[in-house]
């Protein structure tokens, strides 16, 4: 047995051994107008066990599991918090390790999210509040954004442990929201009852949206019409009419990343919600201008939280927030599941496995709170003076709802990770995958597919954009790919029985990126999905600062560039690599063999590293 397959059997046998069986999720009561492209998954009906499985499985446990509950609710039990925004960590913890429940099923991490519910409801005032000031500044800074992760944490208990109790604790702070906020006499502007012309306050449409079709009540879809109008008002962010305009990110209110990628995420839970094309579009502009002008290579966004003028991408400071690196991970996932694009699922592949696991110590304990392009990882365990810290785990408690998944078609692999998958068809058919490969330390991809009975279906698999060359065989014969191509899925239509095993070869080889406006003069190195960095951990000699080491040329061949087994203090999973790289060192220019590692374990041993190096003569 590999060491590969035997983690996989391990953290399989942890996971069942605390599972009580397949969790249902609580249906809503309000129908969507707009159905999903792409099914999002419960997480217990896909466990991966390779590189991303790892980083999953240790944010759970070594994460979520040991928080300190008291710390999550002293702001609750004696107000104020500590921090303004205190209140929003325990919604954020509750709605990650909910997810992390369901995808591990273990039994104290449910028991500990059961007494964190309890305990934080009867912190609630009589009139609904569930806040951390004191009354005479209530509504103030961060006031409705903790209610918002009160709901977001709440709501997410609910529908997933089928445990309909803390539903009137919500209901509470809707109609407290419903009853304070408006357009009508007496009612207080939500757009002044928070920061960043009204961007932190009215991110509540996500979860007011949530509310609204979890219950039916119609206030609730009232209110969140009041927020697209407050939008709108001339003291407003102006998100959906800037946006529809074409105007770029940087043009919405003022700019910050975080609270309007919240705020955009909640509009599309509306657009589900009604049809209204027009929140689409806004959306789709939003991710597309980020993309194209606002994006760091390693899948992150903004610096000092804020999007800037367009390619204005510093490489230091407070850059790559790990808020805006989960958010901007969520509107992707909205937008692959209402589109059933490839390229939100590209984008998704290059945030997971390196600004994500970049953000995240690789034994899950601690998160840096912005983790830019060099430096070193500000890695913290501790909630004081941070929101990152509680918004890393969501982002991988999120990824099993859309790296294996189902559409009308058939099933749909996006991320490559190893694992298995228990899927249901929407004609109701259970489907069982298998993956079995060393991704991304190999493009070698054997997947197993075991229908409960013989159907015809089709089996989605997405070439990444970064593939020159892919080969696909099903049960030893090798298939045509003409037609299929980089960037797109390639479509297998079969009829599908027990025992059928398709191969896919997506050929790793290096990628040299030459810098472009701020990175005039320098190139990064990837090798497949992975972003490379040079960390001072792995130079040797006379040359151990970074300062001292360049590229001599952009062309691969002659850097050489080539992996091998990690050395122990960088082996963060089984299969972890580093890679070899023709530089040259200091003034005279001298030949020099340096070692890459991928920028999800860059610094991790607290060293400097480096994405972007010099190119001689540029």
Known sequence: MTIRTAFFFAFLALASAASAGP???????????????????????????????????????N???????????????????RQTYDGEHVGKWLHAATLAWVYTGNAELRAKLDNVVNDLLKCQLDDGYLGTYLPPQYWTEWDVWSHKYDLIGLLTYVRYTGNTAPLAGCRKIGDLLCKTFGDGPGKRDIIKAGW?????????????????????????????????????????PHIVSRLLEGKGVNKVGNGKAYEMLSCINGLLEWYRTTGDSRYLRAALNAWDDIL????????????GEIFHGDYELVNTGNVGETCVTVTWLQLSAHLLRLTGEARFAEQLERIVYNQLCGAQQPDGKAWGY?????????????????????????????VPTFALTTDADGVVVNLYDAGKAQLRLRNGTAVKLGIETA?????????????????????????????????LRINGDPVDMKGMRSGS?????????????????????????VGQHGNKGKVAICYGPLVLAADEALLGGEHTSLNAIAVASADRTALAITPELAPEKFRTWPGAQVFHLKAVAGAGRSPLDIQLVPFAAAGATGKNYKVWLPLVGR
């Open 63 to 81: 994460r979520l599991l040991p928080m300190d509950v008291d710390r999550l609710l002293e702001g609750f039990r004696k107000r104020p918090g």
């Open 292 to 303: 194209a002008k606002r994006l760091y290579i390693t899948g992150t966004a903004s610096a």
């Open 370 to 398: 912005y983790v830019q392009m060099e430096g070193k990882k500000p890695y913290t365990a501790t909630l004081d003076g941070q929101c990152c810290l509680s918004s890393g785990p969501r982002g991988f408690a999120l």
């Open 196 to 236: 960043h012309v009204g961007l932190a306050p009215t991110s509540v449409l996500e979860p007011m949206v949530w509310l609204y079709r979890m219950t039916g009540e119609k206030k609730y879809g009232d209110f969140c019409r009041y927020i697209l109008r407050a939008w709108e008002q001339p003291n407003g």
């Open 489 to 513: 899925y390639a479509v297998i239509n079969g009829n599908w029985k027990k025992g059928n095993k398709v191969e896919l070869d997506l050929t790793l080889e290096p990628r040299v990126v």
């Open 23 to 61: 969790v249902s999720v609580l249906p809503d009561k309000v129908p969507l107008a707009v159905a999903d492209r792409q099914d999002a998954q419960i997480p217990d009906r896909v466990h991966l066990s390779g590189m991303i499985g790892s980083r999953i499985q240790n944010s759970a446990l």
């Open 439 to 471: 991704y991304p330390a190999a493009g070698k991809i054997a997947i197993s597919i075991d229908p409960a009975e013989p159907r015809k279906f089709a089996l989605k698999l997405r070439i990444p954009q970064w593939c020159r060359k892919a080969s």
